[in-house]
């Protein structure tokens, strides 16, 4: 996913399933300086901060 991609998911009123290695979460915040997604895990509510090149859409 690339930042833009990422930015419009954050702040779309759509539901738009993301994964992380595999898992699906939710993008809660993107920080467009360090090109990184604050996201947490549906299954386990980790909270993580990735680089959006390692989020995915389905």
Same mark, same amino acid.
């Given at each position: 996913?690339?930042?833009?991609?990422?930015? /419009?998911?954050?702040?779309?009123?759509?539901?738009?399933?993301? =994964?992380?290695?595999? *898992?699906? !979460?939710?993008?809660?915040?993107?920080?467009? /300086?360090?090109?990184?997604?604050?996201?947490?895990?549906?299954t =386990?509510g980790?909270? *993580?901060? !990735?680089?959006?090149?390692?989020?995915?859409?389905?």
């Amino acid at each position: 996913m690339d930042l833009r991609q990422a930015l /419009d998911i954050v702040n779309s009123p759509e539901r738009v399933v993301v =994964t992380y290695e595999g *898992d699906p !979460v939710w993008i809660d915040e993107v920080d467009p /300086d360090s090109g990184t997604a604050l996201i947490h895990s549906e299954t =386990t509510g980790r909270m *993580d901060r !990735v680089r959006v090149e390692r989020l995915h859409t389905q």
